[in-house]
């Protein structure tokens, strides 16, 4: 079946102006997860979907950033006023999570973001 | 979050077996420890988890010590497309309790034809 997909793969803008990405987890996937990935660093954690819980936004980096997920489906991802600082790839990712710590995620492509 | 210890870089031949090490001696009774990789201009991929038993699956072995301190990953033959940085992780779980993935820089495998 199809795996996460991402779009758009890549986003060019300028300084101060607003950007959303998508995301499309694997169907059936309730969990759903935001990172991002810095030219040669590793990944961080921005924030997480589980259900119909509340998100976990613990990683978000300042209130320019946001997201939404309907249901358990589609989630976007967007940044206010961009910034320099936020040129990254941005990376999804969707597992059928639990309470365990055992269960896989699965990546998209990422969105690499220029500023 | 407990936090893992990886080389920076590692080497290894083509069709030669390449042992990855991770330190997490902060591990908790409860994290299981996963591996990733990722390939150049990919996402990571999943490559093998555990909690206290040795693994095994088609694409590597995990190999966790008995005080579960650290862990070895194993590519009992590695060929190119094993060439990648390979992400040692502990699945902790934010204040919130969810599952986030944390990260750190890995180990960059080399493989020389």
């Known amino acids: 079946g199809a795996g996460v997909s991402q779009s758009p793969s890549n986003k060019v803008t300028e300084k101060g102006k607003d950007v959303e990405l998508r995301c499309d987890p694997i169907?059936?996937?309730?969990?759903l997860y935001w990172y991002r990935q810095r030219l040669g660093q590793g990944l961080e954690f921005l924030i997480y979907?589980?259900?119909?819980?509340?998100?976990?936004k613990s990683g978000l980096p300042s209130d320019r950033f946001s997201a939404e997920r309907t249901g358990e489906s589609v989630s976007t991802l967007t940044i206010q006023r961009t910034q320099q600082e936020d040129s990254a790839v941005y990376l999804c990712?969707?597992?059928?999570?639990?309470?365990?710590?055992?269960?896989?995620?699965?990546f998209g492509p990422g969105t690499r973001l220029t500023v | 979050d407990a936090k893992t210890t990886q080389p920076n870089s590692m080497e290894s031949n083509e069709e030669e077996p390449v042992h990855l090490p991770c330190n997490h001696s902060?591990?908790?009774?409860?994290?299981?420890i996963h591996w990733y990789r990722q390939l150049p201009s990919q996402g990571p991929e999943y490559v093998i988890h555990?909690?206290?038993s040795n693994v095994n699956n088609r694409m590597a072995s995990l190999a966790i010590a008995e005080d579960r301190k650290s862990s070895t990953l194993i590519l009992h033959r590695a060929t190119l497309r094993d060439a990648a940085v390979y992400y040692c992780?502990?699945?902790?779980?934010?204040?919130?309790?969810?599952?986030?993935?944390?990260f750190g820089k890995g180990t960059k495998l080399t493989v020389n034809p």
């Open positions: 902060t591990i908790s009774g409860t994290d299981y």
């Open positions: 555990g909690l206290t």
């Open positions: 992780i502990l699945r902790g779980r934010t204040q919130g309790g969810s599952e986030k993935l944390v």
């Open positions: 169907s059936g996937h309730t969990a």
């Open positions: 990712a969707s597992s059928t999570a639990g309470t365990e710590g055992s269960y896989e995620q699965f």
């Open positions: 979907f589980q259900g119909n819980s509340a998100p976990d």
